[in-house]
């Protein structure tokens, strides 16, 4: 697939997922990426540096991806500009190690509302977009990817907050790729293991000075270490792709192994 067009959200963080994953699409031969985020210290020089060492056009904006207007916007730009939108990568989210006496009700609402409304918005708008690209474009194909967590699918992985919001976005995923039946649009969730990045730099840092936690972290993994935020990305940019065109509506893992088994001494 070439001259494709998307939107990827979450992207300021150096050692994140999102940048990550803008490389990795960058390979695949796209027309056009918009890099977004809340932030945007990094933003800029992550799309020069894309559009100056791969060619593609590459554009950073500033999106908080739990605003309908933000979404909106970004999608609407990519629409006058390039007249498509072929994906859209749903990966901003923040974490919430929050015990559970400090959880509240404004925690849990920030959290649904950051990953899990972000994730809603996505789909709805986004898919409003790939329609009207596949009616201009009949051979047009819509991929909407979302980042969820091993927390949706294992009670223990993060807090209640962090967990219910990831249990979400899984389903988000699943419900939305059915009801977008027959319209070509695709919607799965990605649902990483322990990745190193910003967001799991102070865990991983408690867990390396603790060696019996250290111990049990590598237990957690058939592969013995934590992911790298491109292993995540490598799966994003082949489900966007045309080889990923049956798979929808599903959450897959990229966690070395973790949900597989219950962790044991081999
Ligand atoms: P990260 O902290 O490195 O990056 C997250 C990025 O999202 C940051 O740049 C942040 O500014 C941005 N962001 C936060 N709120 C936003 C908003 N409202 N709008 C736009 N951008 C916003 O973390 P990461 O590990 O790369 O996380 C990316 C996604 O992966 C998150 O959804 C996270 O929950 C998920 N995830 C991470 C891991 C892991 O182990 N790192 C595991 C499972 C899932």
């Known amino acids: 697939m070439e001259n494709f067009v998307g939107i990827i959200t979450g992207c300021n963080s150096l050692t994140g997922i999102g940048r990550a994953t803008a490389y990795s699409i960058s390979k695949k031969n796209p027309k056009a990426i918009y890099v977004t985020d809340i932030k945007d210290s990094d933003l800029a020089t992550l799309a020069e540096e894309i559009t100056k060492t791969t060619g593609v056009e590459c554009i950073a904006k500033l999106v908080d991806a739990s605003s309908d207007e933000d979404v909106k916007g970004v999608i609407d730009d990519a629409i006058k500009k390039y007249d498509r939108l072929d994906f859209y990568f749903a990966n901003a ?15 849990f609402l920030e959290t649904m509302t950051i990953n899990a409304w972000s994730v809603f918005a996505a789909v709805k708008y986004a898919s409003a977009a790939m329609e009207h690209t596949s009616s201009q474009k009949p051979k047009s194909a819509g991929s909407i990817v979302a980042t969820a967590s091993i927390a949706a699918a294992r009670s223990g992985a993060g807090s209640m907050s962090y967990a219910a919001s990831k249990a979400a976005i899984v389903n988000i995923c699943q419900t939305g790729a059915w009801r977008l039946h027959g319209k070509n649009i695709r919607v799965n969730a990605v649902c990483p293991g322990v990745i190193e990045t910003e967001m799991t730099k102070p865990l991983l840092e408690a867990v390396t000075e603790d060696p019996r936690k250290q111990r049990l972290a590598m237990l957690h993994s058939a592969l013995e270490r934590y992911g790298r935020p491109e292993e995540v990305g490598a799966m994003v940019a082949f489900l966007v792709s045309r080889d990923a065109s049956f798979i929808t509506g599903q959450a897959i893992a ?5 949900t597989a088994a219950l962790p044991y001494l081999p």
């Open 93 to 107: 989210g923040i974490g919430n190690a929050k015990s559970m006496a400090e959880q509240t009700k404004e925690v």
């Open 254 to 258: 990229v966690d070395g192994g973790s």
